[in-house]
């Protein structure tokens, strides 16, 4: 094996009954928290319940995102921080020592990007996640992202990273931050 360095901050539980430790990692950052799935195959397996369950249960209030597509879009992204702007899961800065709401997303990849991109983008002072990509307007914070990986593939839990499609333009892109892992 070559030799190499390995850092990363992202926490994670590994094992059988891991769900009961959410509320715990919620509860952390404040009460409210918005809930980015895709296409419903988390209530298919009995998922979604169990998530859903687990918040109201500790008095945490979830606001929701469904339908995020494969390759996440633009306009879904924005919707989403439309949802956390509304209803004040906002901003206090990723830097202060408490911070009061968050995202959750949860199932594969694309939901965990869209999850990054709104946590970003609901703190500055535009609606829509393009203004960040094409770098018209500058964030340095983001509400923390919580994931649940329904199953492994891309990585995007463990990175700094997030891909967003723009169907409009014909264009995938992103942001990159440490403050999104």
């Known amino acids: 094996m070559n030799d190499f ?11 059988k009954d891991q769900l009961g430790h959410l509320h715990e990692e919620v509860l952390k950052y404040g ?11 988390i209530k298919k397996i009995g998922l979604y319940d ?11 209030e979830v606001y929701e995102l469904a339908g995020v597509e494969p390759n996440p879009r633009h306009t879904t992204v924005n919707k989403g921080a439309k949802i956390c702007k509304e ?3 906002t901003a206090i800065p ?16 694309s939901t965990i990007d869209a999850s990054k991109a709104i946590a ?46 723009n169907v409009e333009k014909g264009v ?6 440490d403050i999104l892992r």
């Open 5 to 15: 360095q390995f850092h990363n901050t992202t926490k994670v539980y590994f094992g």
């Open 31 to 41: 009460k409210s928290v918005l809930v980015v799935y895709g296409g419903g195959s």
């Open 50 to 60: 169990k998530v859903k369950k687990e918040l109201k249960d500790n008095n945490i």
């Open 87 to 89: 209803n004040n899961i």
């Open 94 to 109: 990723y830097k202060a020592a408490f911070k009061q709401n968050h995202v959750l997303g949860f199932g594969r990849g």
């Open 120 to 165: 970003a983008l609901t703190l500055v002072d535009t609606d829509n996640i393009w203004d960040l990509v094409e770098k018209k307007v500058a964030w340095h914070d983001a509400l923390p992202v919580l994931a649940m990986p329904t199953i492994a593939s891309t990585g995007s839990e463990m990175d700094k990273s997030c891909v967003i499609a």
């Open 172 to 177: 995938k892109s992103g942001i990159n931050g």
